[in-house]
């Protein structure tokens, strides 16, 4: 039974450039009642040995993870069994190192891709060459804080529906790229993943995010689904096209201390298909839809609209897709 | 106590995202190893170049119509230069001190190693140290580079 859990998916500590302590970024992520971080310090998992042995220090699952940083992007690794060297990979070379991170079960997702690079900050804009993009498997869609309406962050969103027009499969995930613990109250988001049994585990991530699992959101928790005959279709799932029938909840009671804050509230529901939206619902509160769809082969993703920061109509989560075959 | 290396390397722009190597090999085991680098100058302090490339990086990367929000140069004021050291013994590879500080010190032992490395052994063997020339803007940067074999009960001395 696949459960989703709240993830922290890009975070920082004092082994790379951030502020934290192992032990204090986990506290950090438990104020944040979150149900797992991944560790991603740039180009180094000493973070990860010191809690292999400290285990003490973690008191939330900790996915192992490392940020590539390299000179012409920046690339989240989660998972890979043994490390394969950063250094070496050029603008043209990079489907070369992401075969060999694939070939020890790691999982690679563009960081940040649009964020601004060279001389200001070096490779955090993405100017990889990714020559076969099923090579990828995940997108930071929304990277820092106020994700709603970063330029960044819209250009990344608009880059991951193009790649899954032409046909790939990418799951999205949002990352504060935690260094510091800064303003407590830092309007953020967050990525859910369905993981097998709610167990969290850099495993379970992984294999959540290979079977794209995940969804982003700035508020409330979504639970999107597909029936097509007997069968139920989920996030991630495949189903055949034709006439099918959706459903969608969304529910503002979770974890609404942490954004409850910052004036989010959900006015619109949009289910997508290749792009385009092919149903709008308006919403409010806790909200139980369905509606009857027919979908061409592609893909299909519910996404919410509404408030936040004082400013409305704005993106405040969306799933990664189901695919329709 | 053992001076291992000590290299001094000029760095220009053009050795921007490049990766350079400094191998060098232990011939007998130590307790530790002490590594310092250092590099100058951090700051761009050439006011007039640092504000050019700041609003031709925001032209470059900041589409027209958010570009007002991102007017103030000043705002990305001073550039910086930045190095980053990454280790390697034999084929296994150490970890990295990815941070903005331009003089670091870092230990490695099997007991423990300074954030970025994971513990290791100062064994005999071959060592590799990269430098990460992420960015070199404008004038060339001196980097100064030196390892030191720490036997038991040695201290690294702070006048190194
Ligand atoms: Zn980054
Ligand atoms: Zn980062």
Known sequence: MIQYKALEMHSHTLHSD?????????????????????????????????????????RIPVVTGIEWTTFFGHMLVLGAESS???????????????KEIRAVNGVTGIAHPFEIGS???????????????????????????????????????????????????????????????????????ATYIGVENGEVSTRSICDAIRAGRTYVTAGPVIDFQISSGQQTYAIGDSLHSGSCRGRIIVDPTVRQEIWGDFGIKVREVRIVANGDVVLSMPAEGTQESDFDLKLRPGWVRAELYG??????????????????? | ???????????????????????????????????????????VEDMDQAKREILQALEKYVPEESRAAYS???????????????????????????????????????????????????????WKIVLNVHAIIGNPVTCQVEVIGLEKGEAPDDSI
Not at chain 1, 25 to 48: E, M
Not at chain 1, 307 to 312: C, K
């Open chain 1, 18 to 58: 951030g502020n934290f302590t192992p032990e204090e970024l986990c506290r950090a992520a438990k104020q944040l009642q979150l149900d797992g971080i991944a560790l991603t310090d740039h180009n180094t998992l000493s973070a990860h040995a010191y809690l292999i042995s400290h285990p003490e220090a973690s």
């Open chain 1, 84 to 98: 394969i060297d950063w250094r070496d990979a050029m603008p043209d070379t990079l489907d070369h190192y992401l």
């Open chain 1, 119 to 189: 001389p200001l900050c070096t490779g955090c804009h993405w100017d990889f060459a990714v020559h076969d993009w099923n090579l990828i498997d995940y997108i930071e869609v929304w990277s820092k804080a106020a994700p709603t309406t970063q330029f960044d962050n819209i250009q990344a969103f608009d880059m991951w529906t193009r790649l899954l027009n032409q046909g790939y499969k990418i799951a999205a995930t949002a990352g504060r790229d935690w260094h510091w613990e800064g303003p407590t109250r830092l309007h953020s988001a």
């Open chain 1, 307 to 325: 408030d936040a920061l004082g400013e409305t109509e704005k993106r405040i989560g969306f799933t990664s897709p189901i695919y329709v075959e």
């Open chain 2, 1 to 43: 106590m053992k001076k291992i290396l000590n290299q001094t390397l000029v760095l220009k722009p053009e050795n921007s995202k490049t990766n350079v190597p400094l191998s060098f090999s232990l011939e007998k085991d130590y307790e530790r190893l002490f590594i310092r680098y250092r590099y100058f100058p951090k700051k």
């Open chain 2, 72 to 126: 103030g140069w000043r705002d990305y004021a001073p550039l910086v230069n930045l190095v980053t050291l990454s280790l390697d013994y034999e084929k296994e590879y150490l970890g990295c001190a990815h941070r903005h500080a331009p003089e670091q010190k870092h230990i490695i032992s099997a007991a423990g190693s300074s954030p970025g490395f994971v513990p290791h052994p100062a064994a005999a063997g071959n």
